[in-house]
């Protein structure tokens, strides 16, 4: 299970359409826009956000202090919708495609 933290600060809880396979590629785009852009939180879960919302109204406040507690950065700041997710909710096989630029 992952965790969507929308822009008013509201959480869902996402599972991916095949449990076996993890969250694909395009599941992510679908939740938070494209690009994507991974954020490494620690060893285990990543944020996934679309790093081309530049919007100050779109500012996520939830997700901003989530982000902050693990960089302890304080100009940290995410905008639009981010996605909590565990290293085993991830599909890595498309995954890997997409970060080479294969795809």
């Keep these: 299970m992952a965790t969507l933290i929308k822009v008013d600060g509201s959480e869902i809880e996402i599972h991916p359409l095949n449990s076996e396979q993890g969250l694909l590629p395009n599941e992510m785009v679908c939740l938070v826009g494209q690009p994507v852009h991974f954020i490494c939180l620690d060893e285990h879960s990543v944020m996934v956000v679309n ?28 905008r639009g919708p981010a996605l909590l997710v565990g290293e085993a909710e991830i599909h890595v096989e498309s995954w890997n495609l997409v970060l080479s630029g294969d795809s």
Aim: net charge neutral.
């Design 51 to 78: 790093n081309n919302t530049t919007a100050p109204q779109l500012k996520n406040y939830r997700a901003t202090k989530v982000l902050q507690s693990f960089t302890g950065d304080e100009q940290d700041a995410v």
